[in-house]
């Protein structure tokens, strides 16, 4: 089995764990991931949880594009393993972009044959096609209404010059400020400094003084 195939089937298990317990909480999903990944090599398991990321982060985007296709059907009609085998395609060929349209699609139809219904993967099929359809009519439009419009003029450089400016001098006033921080912590380390070598000063005039009235005492005893 290839790689990519078992990154998809990896990210079938995890989302379809998310699904079961009604959460979209990721990291019931690396459970998940670490039950059935060991095998796996790192590659495998990054892909996966790359996939499931994407569906569970664009879920409500995905579910729009599948279910403008599926008349008459509701969210909870749809079985589960076809809605998020068809979500895993529809993350990889149009919000990621990970792979090609064509290649997407048949992977998910190979995938919902094995794990889904007897119907599953004639039914997915047919879906993607269709957002597929819908998705590149979507950018062709894009397209054609960006070429229509007028372009966008670049910025003069006048202003390019004053917004430079304006960065220069936001960071020349981070600098003042921290330099000015600076020099306060330096001239309160010398304060401390200073007044501990007054304090030294002040002691040692203090023992000078009282050695000399022990002197003055001892003298004056002698001379009585």
């Known amino acids: 089995m290839l790689p990519r195939r078992k990154s998809r089937i ?15 909480d990721l990291s019931v999903a690396l459970r998940i991931e670490r039950i059935f990944s060991r095998p796996f090599p790192q590659s495998v398991t990054d892909y996966a949880s790359f996939l499931a990321r994407g569906v569970v982060k664009n879920a409500e ?63 997915v099929n047919g879906i993607l096609d269709a957002v ?17 419009e007028e372009p966008v003029l670049e910025p003069p450089k006048k202003e390019t ?27 309160a380390i010398e304060a401390e400094r200073e007044a501990e070598r007054e304090e030294r000063r002040k002691a040692r005039e203090a023992e000078r003084e009282a050695r000399r009235a022990l002197r003055e005492a001892e003298k004056l005893e002698e001379e009585s």
């Open 161 to 187: 010059k004053m917004v430079k400016s304006a960065y220069l001098a936001k960071y020349a006033e981070q600098a003042s400020i921290i330099a000015k921080e600076k020099e306060a912590k330096r001239a």
């Open 61 to 123: 985007r995905i579910d729009e594009l599948i279910f403008s296709h599926t008349h008459n059907w509701d969210k909870e009609r749809l079985a589960m393993v076809d809605r998020q085998i068809m979500r895993i395609a529809i993350c990889e060929f149009t919000i990621k972009r990970s792979a090609p349209a064509v290649v997407a699609i048949n992977e998910a139809v190979a995938i919902a044959k094995v794990f889904g219904t007897e119907e599953s993967g004639r039914f």
């Open 10 to 24: 990896l990210a079938l298990c995890m989302l379809y764990a998310l699904d079961m317990q009604r959460t979209d």
């Open 132 to 148: 597929n359809v819908e998705v590149n009519k979507l950018v062709r439009e894009e397209g054609a209404k960006e070429d229509t």
